[in-house]
């Protein structure tokens, strides 16, 4: 299962409300996750089930699908947001991620 | 609280072997699925192996090169990668518990390179 992201790069200001999409290949129903990975660090899980958001995740970060299609959306987007965001489908092995998207404050 | 220590990341040759192992605690080993991921510098991430109780996968770029292994009494996850190539330089990640990653060690680089 291929999965493909876009944008590539966004760059937004601190309030906006920010939209990634991840597009799966092929039917993944809701077997889908979402991380952060700030620069230099570790990747940290912020949604799994395509909208459940997991625990100690800010509640700005929600989840939604329609179809193959899957959006991460950052209602009100913070500094500390400054980072890159990977889909990843676990529906079948291989568990594939999505190319991310690198998300910056103008 | 959930703890996974990665290590045995070093320089190597291509066409050599490494041993890279996870130390786990805080949840139950023998039930969690466990997964490797890596990524390159500069790159995305990429999933590279997953063993549970009932099943073991691999990336199409490493199956028959790397073995993926556990040893329950010590808790430690093992990722043997045999034939390294220059592509295979990355940070490697413990990740689990399941089929997506809640808990992630810190990464241990792998330099392939002559």
């Known amino acids: 299962i291929q999965m493909t992201q876009s944008p590539s790069s966004l760059s937004a200001s601190v309030g906006d409300r920010v939209t990634i999409t991840c597009r799966a290949s092929q039917a993944i129903n809701t077997y889908l996750a979402w991380y952060q990975q700030r620069p230099g660090q570790v990747p940290k899980l912020l949604l799994y089930a395509a909208s459940t958001l997991h625990s100690g995740a800010p509640s700005r970060f929600s989840g939604s699908k329609s179809g193959t299609d899957f959006t991460l959306t950052i209602s009100g987007l913070q500094p500390e947001d400054v980072a890159s965001y990977y889909c990843q489908q676990y529906s079948s092995a291989p568990f594939t991620f999505g190319p991310g998207t690198r998300v910056d404050v103008k | 609280e959930v703890q996974l220590v990665d290590s045995g990341g070093a320089f190597v040759q291509p066409g050599g072997s490494l041993r890279l192992s996870c130390e786990a605690s805080g949840f139950t080993f023998a039930t969690s699925g466990m997964s490797w991921v890596r990524q390159a510098p500069g790159k995305g991430l990429e999933w590279v192996s997953y063993?549970?109780?009932?099943?073991?996968y691999y990336a199409d770029s490493v199956r028959g090169r790397f073995t993926i292994s556990r040893d329950m009494a010590k808790r430690s996850l093992f990722l043997q990668m045999d034939s390294l190539r220059v592509e295979d330089t990355a940070v490697y990640y413990c990740?689990?518990?399941?089929?997506?990653?809640?808990?992630w060690g810190r990464g241990t680089l792998v330099t392939v390179s002559s």
């Open positions: 063993i549970s109780s009932s099943a073991i």
């Open positions: 990740a689990g518990t399941g089929r997506f990653f809640q808990d």
